[in-house]
């Protein structure tokens, strides 16, 4: 869309001036899986309200060209089984255009081979690199890639907050795997020592003894790449009864609503990286209040990823059509696009974001520090 008439102007008023020259009725599908059940449904419950106040939206401004936008949600329990079946009862949906699939690398992992087999349009929240990275082309990714997210983290941590002794705590799944890797190839780069590295399984309740051998190590920070909001939350409580001292700076999950309504003053005074941040700019603002009006809770990254996600492939939509090649074409064409997120231009990859905000959490508020951008690099 770098030619586009959509560019310079908002989504509603486009659809609104394009609106009498085509025919109304009939709805527009999208499909979404989400973890409604599970360990993170809390994560999940603002997916679907993010991804809803962006439809609601567009159809309050009479939709595309007339039809109404319907959003197809199916839960996919946080699980890559239960996510693989939610993406092909999507897929066999005829009326579905597009899927927004998960926020979690290992359910995008499992169903990205079934994007290729339908060659329908997916777009993901999962940040590990490689999930762009494997040749298939109808995948685009709504945040910005773990590269970056450990680059940040990292650089703030040795240059800023004057780290010496690292320690890191991970998921071993998919994304808290890679992000592990990064951060261990980044500080080895900037010649920082990783004096204790420990990964634990999603939804762990007891973070005792690796936070004991934390403390044992020396580390004067600890890196948290945890992929669940709920775990992070259960982690910083923990830590805060063990009266441990110790810097910490996470992956965006430390960052979310969620953990800050779970952790509630345990997440105090720490750092982390967030592709969102509610007062980052005047769009995300704008976001921020709408979502706060509609649903009387702060959002986050899980609600602002989607909310982008929807209005940016309804813009090409329009433009477009919804046939699968034309909505594929149409978004890698996107080009400095103003989301709450970020400004999107996707490479060749399907990556559309390429920074992380660094953060930190204050008054349970997370407080920009610095934009970082990778764009350039």
Partial sequence: MSNSPLLGIGLATFLVLSHNAYAAGGTIEIGMLADTSGPAALSGSHKVNGAQLAVDQINAHGGIHGQMVKLIVEDDRGQNQAGVSAYEKLAADPNVVAIIDSVRSTIVQATLPYALRDQIPTLIGGTDPKLTH?????????????????????????????????????????????????????????????????????????YTSYLETIKGSGADTLETYMTNAEDEAQMLKQLRQLGLNIAIMGSPSIATAVDI?????????????????????????EFTSAYEAKYHSAPDLFGAWVYDA??????????????????????????????????????????????YWVVQMKNKTAAPIKFVDFSSS
């Fill in 261 to 285: 309504q779970l952790a509630g003053d345990a997440v105090n005074g720490t750092y982390g990286v967030s592709d969102f941040v509610a007062s980052g700019t005047p769009v995300s603002k």
């Fill in 134 to 206: 494997v040749g298939n082309p109808w995948v685009f990714r709504f945040r910005p890639n773990d590269t970056y997210a450990s680059q940040a983290m990292a650089s703030y941590s040795t240059g800023v907050m004057g780290s010496k002794k690292v320690a890191i705590l991970y998921d071993t799944d998919a994304f808290g795997s890679a992000g592990n890797n990064l951060l261990i190839a980044a500080f080895k780069k900037d010649g920082v020592p990783i004096v204790s590295d420990q990964g634990y399984t999603t939804a762990a309740q007891d």
């Fill in 310 to 355: 929807v209005n940016v492939v309804s813009q090409v939509i329009a433009a477009d059509g919804t046939s699968p090649g034309a909505i594929q074409k149409g978004l890698h064409a996107v080009q400095n696009y103003p989301g709450v997120e970020g400004t999107y231009s996707f490479d060749r990859n399907g990556d559309g974001l390429h920074g």
